[in-house]
């Protein structure tokens, strides 16, 4: 789609560069690092998922969930409360649940980890929404529907019958661009780079404040690492 | 199926070789009747409403059916894994008589092989509405990863309806080619070949039965196998739907086996379904123990990954189904099947059979349904990916809660009538009596 300018390209060069991936290692392996302490749980990453990959309404590849028993309500925590989110896209896991379930191989690993989805190949039978323990795939399950006429996108649209899911904004990395939700978050809660290179910003979050990842113990080995809120925010002073 | 309950005991016409009276079965029929019109014309109406549905699915997408992202199988999951256990039940209790010298059972062994075969022809049809494209189902055979379980089952369920298809034939071709029909492709009915066709048939049991066991474990796999659902990750899977499957089996052999008598297409005595009844009884009996064991083992640290779908099944949402399934699927037919006065009384082995039957079709649902609605991720709360469907109260935060829709409906009956359909013709064409050899 060469006439499309990507939201990207219609900032300054001072903006743009606050976008860009910068060195990698050789063999970058991708990785992104959320920082619970940061997330307003605006949902601003979500919406501009939604326009960058050309995600139908009613469909989020990226969503907001909140920790708690409510949905944007405080939780209890020590007699205090607290309020905190839990963004959720596809974790591009190391050793993924779908991938090993797809019968046709439409959703795979490719050689340098990211897991990505061929939608002209998917047959549809979702036995890869039943295998992710996130439960962040979504289904085309009637004809795609979008709040404008034009497409967004800086993608392919998905037809009718096929899943899709996060690619890490794949279109962007080969231009040095972070994926849209990364670039576009006003707490900066999101942070992408090289986990190969140990002195990249990711490695060095994940070393030095804790960086967990979810469901760990089912081996899925996510490369989305969440950073714990560092306190409890409460209510009284 | 009142019909075939009728029968009061031991008036149905009995075995020759048994009793040395003429045998009564009807030779195959070639002209039609008025009730078997009937019945097939219903049934292609049924059909033909299944079909319709499925055309309007089509055009629209799944989001016709209530599945959505959270609930993302759903009915046809359902009949799919129910049909597989009906095939596989049927042949293992068909084989393991050949093979273990049940030979009591052989009156109705080639009714036994057709229902198999019928059955898993409808399962493998049932994938179809199922997935969101049918017209790549051709990537299962040109793109297979065999890494997936389902990849697997399909290659399972092929060879398995081959080797039903060569079962159902050996066993016709002798009477076929009697009768001079083309469907004996050529095949005499010599004395040599009848012999031929004995060890054939015992070789073919040797085949099947573990093909059935294997078909059955491997569906069993497609759900056993995820971590990402704590109900369903068990080593139990297996055994519980090989159990399954014997129970639901042969509560349908017995239902088959009484309609098929009415109507003289078989010849047996009461005593048959009376053992057919027993072997029913200690079917559910194990199932009823694997059933128990798995929720005790799930339900006894009290919560968790594991913890949490058990208590949701003992008294949540789904209690009703679950409570059903016990007492219904279990302990009734188990009861009724106990007693021995109760169990030569083809009315209540009947009853029984269609109960076990219904019961493990809720079962069914039970794992289908009950596995998948629960969020897997810690922190559920926030906007569902998909549709929200309004279900009561709490409808907004996660909608978990699945009912097929009426498209849904349809498409299944129009499978079922299909299926029907194609047993009928063949039960009707088909030589179906064994003939009894020494
Ligand atoms: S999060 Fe789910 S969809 Fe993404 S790679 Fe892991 S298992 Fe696959
Ligand atoms: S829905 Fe598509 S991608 Fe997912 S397992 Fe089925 S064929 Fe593979």
Redesign the pocket.
Known sequence: MPDKVSPIEALSPASRSYGEIGPVSAEPRWAMVVDQERCVGCWSCCVICKSENDVPLGMWWNRIDTVGDALDTPYREQGELAMHWLPLACQHCENPACTR????G??YSREDGLVM?DSGR????????VACPYGVRVFNWGRPERPTEFHTGMVEPRPLG??EKCTFCVHRLPDGQVPSCVWSCPGQARIFGDLNDPQSRVSRLVRERGGYQLLEERGTDPRVFYLPPRRKRGLEP | MSAAVGSGPSVGPVDSAATGAPVTVAPAQRTVNRPLALWLGLLGLGLLIGLGAWAYQLSQGLEVTNMRNPMMWGLYITLFMYFVGLSAGGLIVASAGRLFGAGGLKPIVRLAVLEATVAVLLAAIFVLPDIGRPDRAWHLFRYPNFHSPMMWDITIIVVYLLISLTYTWIYARADLARRGSWLALGTKASEAAQKRDERLKLVLAGVGLPAAILLHSITAWIFGLQISRGFWYTALMAPLFIASALVSGTGLMIILALIARRTRRVAFRDTLIAYMGKLLAIFVAVEAFLVFSEMLTAAYPGAGFEGDPVARLLTGRYAGFFWFEVGAGLIIPFALLVVPRLRRNLRWVAVASVLAMVGIFVHRLNIVINGLSFATVPYPPGVPVGTVQPVGTDSFALSLFYYPSWVEWLVALGVLCFGAIVFTVAAWRLPLREAVHG
């Open positions: 379930v797809c019968p046709v439409a959703t989805q998917c047959i549809g039978c979702r036995y890869c929404l096929t899943m």
